[in-house]
């Protein structure tokens, strides 16, 4: 009898042990912070910003922070920066981010905090390559549009910059 209780549970550690991962506490595989950090060379930048990143490692950055899927649905907020990161294009009024999920691609509507038009939103697909998120603009913003149009993001470190958010609870949630 001991011998079958031990077996049990060590199998039940086996087979807990061996579910797949994406991230700590995350059950999709778009849970999670990600991010596109550019080089000095990657965009347009004057000659001057490119010696000025070459020399103190300052580029800018593209982050989806806090992409939480919920079911079919997915949503986050964004972090866009320009110029060195003198300029940020940050949502922090909610999900920036919404959209649906289907067949492992996230189709998804974004917004800018750099519009005043609150109609004014882009359209993108996230999709998952081994480790890493790619991210493809397929309708940009009528107004300025910091976001990119091709992107291949990494797993973030540290904390997120919001609170998890409850996807069909976001404004404009498909």
């Not at 950055?61 to 866009?80: K, M, P, W, Y």
């Not at 359209?123 to 910091?146: C, F, I, S, Y």
Request: glycine share 10%; aromatic share 8%.
């Amino acid at each position: 009898m001991q011998k079958r209780v031990v077996l049990a549970l060590v199998s039940g550690l086996f087979m807990t042990a061996m579910q797949p991962s994406f991230a700590a506490g995350a059950g999709h595989p778009f849970d999670g912070n990600w991010v596109h950090q550019y080089s000095c060379n990657d965009y347009h930048m004057t000659p001057d910003d490119v010696k000025l990143c070459k020399k103190d490692g300052t580029a800018d950055s593209f982050e989806l922070d806090n992409l939480t899927q919920e079911g079919d649905r997915i949503c986050g907020s964004h972090v866009a920066t320009g110029n060195l990161t003198k300029r940020i294009d940050e949502w922090d009024a909610g999900a920036s981010i919404n959209g649906i999920v289907k067949g492992g691609v996230a189709k998804v509507r974004f917004k800018s905090s750099l519009s005043d038009d609150e109609n004014d939103f882009g359209e993108a697909t996230l999709k998952r390559v081994g480790d890493t998120l790619v991210w493809t603009k397929t309708k940009g913003l009528k107004g300025e549009d910091w976001f990119p149009d091709k992107a291949v993001l990494s797993r973030a470190g540290g904390k997120p910059r919001y609170e998890p958010m409850h996807c069909s609870e976001q404004p404009g949630a498909q």
